[in-house]
């Protein structure tokens, strides 16, 4: 099965600069990789997210890119702001013919100083 | 309608008990999920609902039981629970059963075994 090792588990940074949080997958059939953010007690919310067809994809402050080659991906976030304190999760998904669930990353605390 | 809805929000049961959770979409989505997230952890899949059907058990106790009576619902129900069951139980939908359709995850069911 799909193995998601995401880095680093904890991240804090100032206000204002960015955030890079990595993930590696195993699975080379694997060709969906969302992005969750997780706060307190509430559920994962989709941030962004990335097919295998594609190897970037921008929304506002939040970038995502994927190299299929050596199967890693990685979420930018940059000029934090103190909102995005939070967890996330990197995921992948394998096409098996069928529905399938996702596999997700240990999750990265994202710490925003003021 | 973008949402997926859980109920009950918490719930409290003795290791004796029988009681079930709820989940339901109205986005016209043909794929439903439930995951187990444990504190601290990343959501953990177990059972994957395609057309209506179960088409993944991931190797979860016989004492959860899921069942999905048509397309915009789908219930886990529990017996026999054991105090380590006690999660965070999200569900989830996604438009179709490809594999690369975004999930949308309800609030969850916050659930405490005595």
């Known amino acids: 099965g799909e193995n998601v090792e995401q880095h680093p588990s904890t991240l804090s940074v100032q206000e204002g600069d960015s955030a890079v949080i990595k993930c590696t997958y195993s699975?080379?059939?694997?060709?969906?990789f969302p992005w969750y953010k997780q706060e307190l007690g509430k559920r994962p919310q989709l941030i962004i997210d990335?097919?295998?067809?594609?190897g970037e994809k921008k929304d506002q402050r939040i970038a995502v890119t994927l190299n299929k080659t050596a199967k890693h991906f990685s979420l930018h976030i940059t000029e934090t702001q103190p909102e995005d304190s939070a967890v996330y999760f990197c995921a992948a998904s394998t096409t098996g013919g069928g529905a399938d669930g996702l596999t997700f990353g240990k999750g990265t605390h994202l710490i925003i100083q003021p | 309608d973008t949402e997926v809805t859980q109920t009950p929000k918490h719930l409290v049961m003795g290791m004796t008990n029988k009681k079930s959770l709820k989940c339901e979409q109205h986005?016209?989505?043909?794929?439903m999920y439930w995951y187990k997230q444990k504190a601290k952890k990343p959501p953990e899949l177990m059972f994957v609902y395609s057309y209506e059907k179960l088409s993944i058990n991931e190797s979860v106790p016989s004492r959860f039981s899921p069942e999905c009576p048509n397309s915009s619902l789908l219930n886990l129900h529990l017996h026999a629970l054991q105090p380590e069951d006690s999660a965070l139980y999200l569900c989830?939908?996604?438009?179709?059963?490809?594999?690369?359709?975004?999930?949308?995850f309800g609030p969850g069911t916050r659930l405490t075994v005595l």
């Open positions: 989830a939908s996604s438009r179709g059963s490809g594999g690369t359709d975004t999930q949308y």
């Open positions: 990335i097919r295998s067809n594609v």
């Open positions: 699975d080379s059939a694997s060709n969906y």
């Open positions: 986005m016209g989505h043909r794929a």
